[in-house]
């Protein structure tokens, strides 16, 4: 428990004076270091390194890149307008459209920030236009952008498959159902917020119109086409299915829609680069901490802690997920996953909870804290584009995190939501 308290202590202290959680994780594996009488500073930069030399870790950078093409070279535009001609003419119509857009970009990008940005971007001001609340009008957007790391191609899961060794093509797979669950559940709830404020439908588009708007995004909407078809075909993998995206993604900005010229291709790669570098250091110095985590036998230890609720599974779960939740709202996915899912990965196995099954319900859980204060990535996004107060945004997020919650209450109960489909597609 000394070496518990001290991974803790050290961790919560370096957060709490402001240090970047990569750096907070580099000291935190320095401190067990020394703690152990192991320091190697060697061993150091050689787990540094080998946190990011890593072949599926390569999906990273081309899915971030794939998304940030999306949104420069106008595929996300046009699959939201999309989405508007459908289903603008309905009452609350823009707010449909938002989580129909939502799936369909999640399909594309496994990036809740990116895809958040793109729709608060195109769809907030025109709900304003349309004097929604802007409460609500927020808080829908940005619990329509953590479906992004939930259906594939999914970021999360392919650091979380690489962390604990689990098969990210199944983890992808695992997402697909729960995350139409989650625009349905989406869906329920505008619904009823658009009946109770009377929210004003928009202008009814014309079939011709409709049709226009679909030629016009058919080469946006081959992009999942591709990805899904090609992983569950095998004909390639995560990574390569990554690569795909980004060439993809590149060819209909550049030569298709003609949306990127060979500036807008550098700016791309320039902000793609500063994101990948974020995220792959962070890669790097949890894998410092990971492996003093498990040098110090950390899994085991509190293993023995759980061990009363270990063969009831249901229960496990459930204190698992709240203690997730608790963390989620501290910090965002991305630490979350690279710090705690080598500790309680190993505990789920030994409770006999399937290795995919926990691997989704980590990352679902994760993606709660996204949406919900103090951190809240995905609310300051929306914040920061709609120049709204936090506040705001918090009060606007409450009816959809609490069916989100609903929904983490069922997966929890009813494992067969997400393994009884993922046998059907595997």
């Not at 129909?100 to 999640?106: E, P, Q």
């Not at 110095?285 to 110090?296: D, E, K, Q, R, S």
């Not at 270990?310 to 229960?315: C, S």
Request: net charge positive; glycine share 8%; hydrophobic share 60%.
């Amino acid at each position: 428990m000394v070496v518990t308290l001290i991974f803790i202590a050290v961790l919560l202290a370096a957060m709490l004076i402001g240090m970047p959680i990569a750096h907070a994780l580099v000291l935190t594996g320095v401190a067990l270091m020394y703690h152990l009488d192991f320091f190697d500073a060697q061993l150091l930069a050689q787990n540094l390194q080998a946190g990011f030399d890593s072949f599926p870790l390569l999906a990273v950078p081309f899915f971030i890149l794939a998304g940030e093409l999306m949104n420069a070279g106008g595929l996300s535009r046009r699959i939201i307008d999309l989405a508007r001609s459908f289903v603008g003419h309905i009452r609350g119509g823009l707010g449909f459209v938002a989580i129909g857009a939502a799936v369909l970009l999640a399909s594309m990008s496994g990036s809740a920030i990116a895809d958040t940005a793109a729709l608060a971007t195109i769809l907030l001001p025109m709900m304003r236009q349309q004097q929604y609340p802007d409460s609500y009008s927020a808080g829908l957007l940005a619990g329509g952008g953590i479906i992004a790391p939930i259906i594939p191609p999914s970021m999360p899961f392919v650091i979380y498959g690489v962390t604990t060794n689990t098969s990210i093509s199944k983890l992808f797979l695992s997402g697909i159902f729960p995350g139409l669950m989650m625009g349905l559940f989406l869906i329920f709830a505008w619904w009823w917020i658009a009946r109770t404020h009377r929210l004003a439908p928009m202008e009814r588009v014309s079939w011709r119109d409709r049709l226009r708007a679909l030629g016009r995004s058919a080469w946006a909407l081959m992009m999942p086409v591709i990805i899904l078809g090609g992983l569950k075909g095998g004909v390639f993998t995560p990574t390569e299915a990554a690569v795909v995206a980004a060439v993809y993604a590149l060819f209909v900005s550049v030569f298709v829609y003609r949306e990127l010229d060979a500036r807008g291709v550098w700016q791309v790669l320039v902000a793609s680069s500063k994101t990948t570098a974020v995220v792959m250091f962070l890669c790097g110095a949890a894998t410092v901490t990971a492996y003093m985590i498990t040098l110090a036998d950390l899994p085991n230890e509190l293993s023995r802690v759980f061990a009363p609720v270990m063969d009831r599974p249901v229960l496990f779960m459930a204190l698992m997920m709240v203690f997730l939740v608790i963390v989620g709202t501290a910090m965002d996915l991305t630490p979350t996953i690279l710090i705690f899912a080598p500790v309680v990965a190993p505990m789920a196995a030994k409770a006999g909870i399937d290795p995919v099954y926990f691997g989704f319900m980590f990352i679902y859980t994760g993606c709660l804290g996204l949406i919900t204060p103090p951190v809240g990535t995905v609310q300051n996004v929306v914040a920061g584009v709609g120049r709204l107060r936090m506040e705001t945004v918090i009060r606007g997020t409450s009816p959809f995190l609490v069916m989100y919650f609903v929904l983490l209450v069922l997966f929890v109960l009813f494992p067969q939501l997400i393994l009884t489909p993922l046998k059907w597609i595997h």
